[in-house]
């Protein structure tokens, strides 16, 4: 038998999707051959009223209807197929849908609310979207690789299995880039999927799937994975929630990725929505299944209910630290000013106090952090580009092949970097350690920082194959603290003026600032992380909620 050419694989690729679209009933719209730069309002002018309603409802608001009664399965399972299929057509977000999955899921359910009179789970019907590389039974599982197109799912990934006892419905897969190693999404397979707001710019990545197809309003919850931002760049960029939980908190088994096995940077699952109650109920659906019992790396760590800042007497509520520059490469003026709108707010908050934190030696982390992410060199990796003959991707070549901290190390070279990640980790804690103002009478440190506020990203989504700069969110991988992204406004481009007399710190600061002199980023969101102590995760998600409810975020319109 002839082998394929990866152009010929490709064309399987795109068949197949294309295909799983036009199942879907009612058929999805038509959409206009020459399409707007912001493509989030089509949907309202295609789809029905109904359709509208219930997929711009909130993963927390549908599931109460849905163990209500008030909607059905069926109903909000076509709904979600329908707006999905849509978005692909407007950002290219999708491998495949899952209609007759999902469909005959749905009529399960249905039966079984009207049988049993309830629910069968705390996700009864509530559609669930899912990046590919997270492995489904006999579907593919190519994680960007031309040359993996026909690896398949032997079984449920662990994390999905959870999620279907808890009563979810998965409808939709969703695109990733060559590698998983963007912060963009951008394969040979589907080409590149856009940002929904402004065409010209990236979804963001590697989860930039999920990114672009929650912001259209297409998924309401999905999951994607992080090693170096996946999960927030991409929420950052389409104006969601995203949430980086720490390591071992959430099962991994049933993921495919190069590298498999590798603790050196501990990739993670997490994930993306429309509100911050829809990552609060995906983590307590989650943990409450206990998964250490079958995955035994996993922290044997309960869902802490983090008692509500609101609600606690003792001043201060919150202490606040402001990154507002790492010094590598400075944020552009929309997030800037993002940062200064929160806190000026959080400023006249009774019981909120807010500082400045000094980035410590957030270079030395970059360097650390490249430096373990490819340790065989990155030979499993080309190896899996070169076998089909699939060009490399832009992005794919950045972080390969033009990183200097890309080496084959040694077992001594592992040891060595894996101890400077560890100093590096224990003098950030000092630093965090020396924010305190006192001590109790047993010694423990008192008025300490709670949570850090800083950008996710140094400026809004970039054009596409432009996103060169992790540090803002690859820091706290190589710390493992939990982060969790939130939308806060839009650029604007009369209020956004870039300063005339910017020095740059070095040559990234300098390319990241030419690229905001010479992009329109009209429409473009812009997003804030907030970022916790390891294993702080509920904290952070409670900091957060309090913030939404004191400052009134975010302060745009998103759809």
């Known amino acids: 038998m002839t082998a394929r050419s990866w152009q010929e694989t490709a064309q399987i690729a795109q068949h197949i999707r294309e295909a799983s679209i036009t199942r879907v009933e009612p058929p999805i719209p038509r959409v206009p051959t020459e399409l707007p730069l912001d493509v989030t309002k089509l949907p309202q002018a295609l789809l029905t009223k109904d359709e509208i309603r219930i997929t711009q409802t909130t993963a927390e608001t549908l599931v109460a209807s849905l163990a209500s009664g008030r909607l059905n399965c069926d109903v909000v399972t076509r709904a979600f197929l329908r707006r999905a299929g849509l978005a692909q057509r407007l950002a290219n977000c999708i491998t495949e849908l899952l209609p007759e999955r999902a469909l005959e899921r749905a009529r399960y359910l249905d039966e079984y609310y009207r049988e049993h009179e309830r629910p069968i789970g705390p996700l009864h019907g509530l559609?669930?979207?899912?990046?590919?590389?997270?492995?489904m039974k006999?579907?593919?599982?190519n994680a960007g690789?031309?040359?993996?197109?026909?690896?398949?799912g032997t079984d449920d990934a662990h994390i999905l299995r959870i999620l279907w006892t808890a009563g979810c419905v998965f409808y939709a897969r969703t695109t990733q880039p060559q590698t998983l190693m963007h912060l963009e999404t951008s394969s040979n397979l589907y080409g590149e999927t856009v940002n929904p707001f402004n065409r010209k710019l990236t979804s963001g990545g590697s989860s930039g799937g999920e990114g672009a197809l929650v912001g259209l309003r297409g998924s309401c919850l999905g999951i994607g994975t992080d090693i170096g931002g996946s999960i927030r760049n991409p929420a950052g960029n389409c104006g969601v929630y995203g949430f980086r939980p720490t390591s071992y908190r959430l099962p991994t088994d049933g993921w495919t990725a190069t590298m498999l096995g590798s603790e050196h940077v501990v990739p993670v699952i997490g994930p993306l929505s429309t509100s911050l109650d829809g990552i609060k109920l995906f983590m307590r659906t989650i943990i409450a299944a206990r998964p250490w019992l079958v995955?035994?790396?996993?922290?044997?760590?309960?869902?802490r209910e983090q008692q509500s800042y609101s609600n606690v007497s003792k001043r201060p509520i919150m202490k606040v630290a402001v990154l507002w520059s790492d010094e590598i490469v400075k944020p552009h003026p929309p997030v800037t000013r993002a940062l200064v709108e929160v806190t000026e707010k959080l400023r006249k908050v009774d019981g909120v106090e807010i500082v400045d934190w000094k980035p410590y030696k957030h270079d030395e982390a970059w360097k650390i952090i490249a430096s373990l992410y490819f340790c065989d060199g990155a030979k499993e990796e080309s190896d899996a580009i070169d076998r089909s003959g699939e060009p490399w991707r832009p992005l794919s070549n950045f972080i390969i092949k033009e990183n200097p901290y890309v080496k084959h190390l040694s077992i001594g070279d592992v040891w060595y970097w894996t101890s400077r990640r560890e100093s590096y980790r224990r003098a950030y804690a000092t630093a965090w350690n020396e924010t305190a103002t006192s001590k109790s009478d047993a010694g423990e440190l008192e008025g300490m920082v709670d949570v850090i506020l800083c950008p996710v990203t140094p400026g809004a989504a970039p054009p596409l194959d432009q996103s060169k700069y992790w540090g803002y969110t690859s820091q706290w991988n190589l710390l493992d603290y939990p982060a969790l992204v939130f939308p806060v406004t839009k650029v604007n481009a009369e209020v956004d003026i870039l300063e005339d007399n910017h020095k740059p710190f070095n040559a990234e600061d300098e390319f990241n600032h030419e690229l905001y002199r010479r992009t329109d980023y009209v429409n473009a969101p812009v997003s804030l992380q907030l970022v916790g102590r390891r294993y702080e995760d509920e904290k952070v998600i409670s900091a957060l909620d309090f913030i939404k409810d004191k400052t009134g975020l975010p302060f745009a319109h998103y759809i």
């Open 145 to 152: 690789f031309v040359s993996w197109w026909d690896n398949k």
């Open 127 to 135: 559609p669930i979207s899912v990046k590919e590389h997270i492995g």
């Open 295 to 303: 995955e035994p790396s996993l922290l044997p760590m309960p869902w």
């Open 138 to 141: 006999d579907l593919g599982l």
